[in-house]
């Protein structure tokens, strides 16, 4: 076959010479443009762009003592930068947020350095603030039983509460990410009559298999029962429209046991897979075996996820303690 062309891109321009007579408002328009037209990035990413580089001008025209043009970016130091970034976190924004932010403002400045040669060198000095995820708290053993034995209250359709019974009790029971449930099919309830594991594709479209409690094998068996379209290939779990779940509907079921419930905020279809990983560690099971039941990749993953309380980590101590 004859080889296709190397596709022609434009080299950046020159950083030497003049810098353009341009204001930064002017260059921001003109990098949405470009994002917009030639990126092609989707609608909300160009919104937090134009809406972070937009802050970062409006701090610089105070910050300066007037609106920035080219050359008074090009001459910026990283102390005008991290000034901005100290800003933002006297105005709340958490580290989180603060490193999208930042990541705006490199894409602008990468911009500007191809597209109308300046160099904003201060940018290369500025790190990003180490962002550590914020993992779901796990409910207590007790909560989650009550949300597997009673989120059936929610709905008034016999075959919407064996659903949701089943679809709560597999998360809580096997630790399931929402995705990987609602991934689910007919065929995969179906061999749990003869077989006490799920093969689970999770994420990476890596396979694992999950072992499936007795109990929450008879709550998928009575909603098979009820399943208005047994065919091994439609979904395992379905809207009301007959339509796979909407991950958006199961979070909504949660929320409305939970506020009739009166269980905390964190009762969430996430914090069941969590409260699965924490409840087999205060357990005794080792890392080693949830890392492979949830599906985690690395080991620091498991043990980020799996933190246990304090009463767990006391009560360990006085078990194992030989003066305990």
């Known amino acids: 076959m004859p080889r296709r062309p190397a596709a022609r891109i434009a080299p950046p321009l020159p950083v030497s ?12 328009a003109a990098f949405l443009s470009w994002m917009e037209h030639e990126r092609h990035a989707a609608a ?5 762009y134009g809406h972070a ?45 603060r490193a999208q932010h930042l990541s705006a403002l490199r894409a ?16 290369r000095l500025v790190s990003t603030a ?20 009673n989120i059936a209250s929610v709905a008034d359709d016999p075959a919407l509460q064996a659903r949701d019974t089943a679809f709560f009790s597999l998360l809580y029971g096997s630790g399931l990410r929402i995705a ?25 479209s890596k396979t694992r298999m999950v072992p499936v409690l007795p109990v929450v094998r008879a709550a998928i068996g009575a909603w098979l029962a009820l399943h208005p379209e047994p065919q091994p ?30 269980l905390p905020e964190r009762a969430t279809p996430h914090a069941l897979r969590h409260s699965f990983a924490t409840h087999l560690l205060a357990r005794g099971s080792d890392l080693r075996s949830i ?30 303690h030989p003066r305990g």
């Open 291 to 320: 890392q492979e039941l949830l599906g985690h990749a690395s080991l620091s993953t498991t043990q980020r996820y799996t933190q246990v309380d304090d009463t767990s980590l006391m009560a360990v101590w006085h078990r194992t």
């Open 130 to 149: 180490r962002v550590h995820p914020a993992l779901p708290r796990a409910l207590t053993i007790e909560q989650a039983r009550d949300v597997t034995d």
């Open 233 to 262: 290939g439609s979904p395992l779990f379905l809207g009301a429209r007959g339509k796979r779940l909407d991950p958006a509907v199961a979070q909504k079921v949660l929320r409305t046991y939970r506020r009739l419930a009166g």
């Open 44 to 48: 909300n990413t160009i919104e937090a």
């Open 180 to 204: 990987e449930a609602l991934g689910l099919n007919v065929r995969d309830g179906t061999l749990l009559r003869t077989n006490p594991a799920l093969t689970v594709i999770g994420k990476g």
């Open 17 to 28: 010479g003049p810098i353009p007579a341009l204001t930064g408002e002017a260059a921001r």
């Open 108 to 123: 602008f400045v990468r911009y500007l350095g191809r597209r109308h040669g300046v160099e904003i060198a201060a940018i």
């Open 53 to 97: 580089v937009a802050g970062f001008l409006g701090f610089l025209t105070r910050h300066l003592g007037g609106e920035p043009d080219l050359a008074a970016l090009s001459a910026l130091r990283a102390a005008d930068i991290r000034a901005w970034l100290a800003a933002l976190s006297n105005d709340g924004l958490a580290a989180s947020s």
